[in-house]
């Protein structure tokens, strides 16, 4: 099992470009989501899916759309990226609502938008 | 939501056991406590958790005090792969996705 994967790995935008980050997970998961990580900090949610067809924001969606294709695939677009949006976005998923379930992580992709 | 708090930083020598401390004071009685862990330039990975009795598994122990109010994770013979940051969350039983991720404890480990 490869768990969850990301891509790009790193990806330069310059202001007003738009992107998409990638995520899959082949863990049958039902919940995925999005995170981003700014330089010092934690991670804030970003959206996440709870199941395939649902979406839900975060703390901060705001600049960001998602898209849950099916239930391997998540992803995260940026309309028209913005500095503030330098950071690490990291995808996870989880058997979904139950505290007791674990997250697992993707390795990242680090976005630097000039 | 509830929160949790954490040191910033701590340091602790190569092979001496690590307790590194959380407190939850409104923490709610469906509330899991999880731990994970981010290694350098890594996703966060999952350490432990648990609801009310103590745990152990082969990473780590987590001590949930008697009023659920603070825990406590302890990693009983740190090594230099354990430097990381780690980070205490709850996570709601049932209905509520939006997890909390604080700032977490960067651990230091003095070879």
């Known amino acids: 099992n490869a768990g969850v994967t990301q891509t790009p790995k790193f990806q330069v935008l310059k202001t007003g470009q738009s992107m998409t980050l990638q995520c899959a997970q082949d863990?049958?998961?039902?919940?995925m989501y999005w995170y981003r990580q700014d330089p010092g900090m934690g991670l804030r949610l970003i959206y996440y899916?709870?199941?395939?067809?649902?979406?839900d924001k975060g703390e901060v969606p705001n600049g960001y759309n998602v898209s849950r294709l099916n239930k391997r695939e998540f992803s995260l677009r940026l309309e028209s990226a913005a500095p503030s949006q330098t950071s690490v976005y990291f995808c996870?998923?989880?058997?979904?609502?139950?505290?007791?379930?674990?997250?697992?992580f993707g390795p990242g992709t680090r976005l630097l938008v000039l | 939501d509830a929160k949790t708090t954490q040191p910033n930083s701590m340091e602790s020598n190569e092979e001496e056991p690590v307790h590194l401390p959380c407190n939850h004071s409104t923490i709610s009685g469906t509330d899991y406590i999880h731990w994970y862990r981010q290694l350098p330039s890594q996703g966060p990975e999952y350490v432990i958790h648990g609801l009310t009795s103590n745990v152990n598994n082969r990473m780590a122990s987590l001590a949930i005090a008697e009023d659920r109010k603070s825990s406590t994770l302890i990693l009983h013979r740190a090594t230099l792969r354990d430097a990381a940051v780690y980070y205490c969350i709850l996570e709601p039983n049932f209905g509520n996705e939006k997890l909390t991720f604080g700032t977490g404890t960067r651990l230091t480990i003095i070879p």
């Open positions: 899916s709870a199941s395939e067809g649902t979406t």
């Open positions: 863990m049958n998961h039902n919940s």
């Open positions: 996870a998923s989880r058997v979904p609502g139950h505290g007791r379930e674990t997250q697992y």
